[in-house]
């Protein structure tokens, strides 16, 4: 496996399903490195050289190591009951959510939910939604007028890597492109 897919492999294990290699994570998200080592590298290659040149390389920087490297977790992302100690922030006066043209009439409905996530996740530009939304087939863009929501109460997010992460967004905050 290359470390792409093996990146792949392990945002399952980190932010949805730990037990597929037979650990836990702890309530900040953590797993042990020595675990995790060992579950991967039952089914493939795996060692710490691997799993570091994958933390430096990611495109999307989805893990961090805590100070001593002895544990690991990701930034973002989780379907799994965890708090990641996000920063709670400002966000810019607005930002982006890309989707699948197939989830737009639903969206239009009753807003941005976070589906199997414990977040709406929000990109800081147009381009980037895009990206985002491709992963769902046709993309479709929505601009989302954070300044109103934030002025609101709603509270916002920023993720290590740089993902704007919110609970919810209610249609009347939502302008599709
Ligand atoms: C859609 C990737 C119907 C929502 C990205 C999205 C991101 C609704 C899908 C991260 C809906 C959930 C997350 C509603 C929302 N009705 N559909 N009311 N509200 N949806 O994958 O945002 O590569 O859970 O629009 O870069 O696509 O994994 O969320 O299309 O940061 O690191 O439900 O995943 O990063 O899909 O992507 P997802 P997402 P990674």
């Known amino acids: 496996m290359g470390l792409k897919e093996t ?3 392990m945002s399952l294990i980190l932010r949805h399903k730990p037990e597929t290699i037979g650990i836990t994570l702890d309530e900040h998200g953590w797993a042990d490195v020595d675990e995790l080592i060992e579950g991967i590298s039952r089914t493939q290659n795996f060692n ?6 994958i933390v430096r390389t ?12 002895t544990k690991i977790r ?17 966000p810019p006066e607005i930002l982006w959510h890309g989707t699948g ?8 409905n009753i807003g941005l939910i976070p589906k199997s996530r414990l977040y709406v996740h929000l ?7 895009t990206i985002v939304g491709r992963r769902h ?12 929501m934030y ?19 209610p249609v009347r905050y939502l302008e599709k492109q």
Request: charged share 40%; glycine share 4%.
């Open 101 to 108: 043209e197939k989830f737009a009439t639903s969206i239009d």
């Open 151 to 169: 002025k609101d109460g709603f509270k916002f997010f920023l993720s290590k890597n740089g993902v704007w992460l919110t609970k919810e967004v």
């Open 123 to 129: 990109s800081k530009d147009a381009e980037t939604a």
């Open 48 to 53: 710490m050289d691997i799993l570091e040149k």
């Open 7 to 9: 990146s792949k492999y």
């Open 137 to 148: 087939g046709k993309p479709v863009l929505y601009m989302v007028n954070t300044r109103e």
């Open 74 to 90: 990701a930034n973002q992302g989780h379907s799994i009951e965890v708090d990641v100690e996000l920063e709670e922030k400002e």
């Open 58 to 69: 990611d495109e999307k920087q989805r893990y961090s190591f805590n100070d001593d490297k």
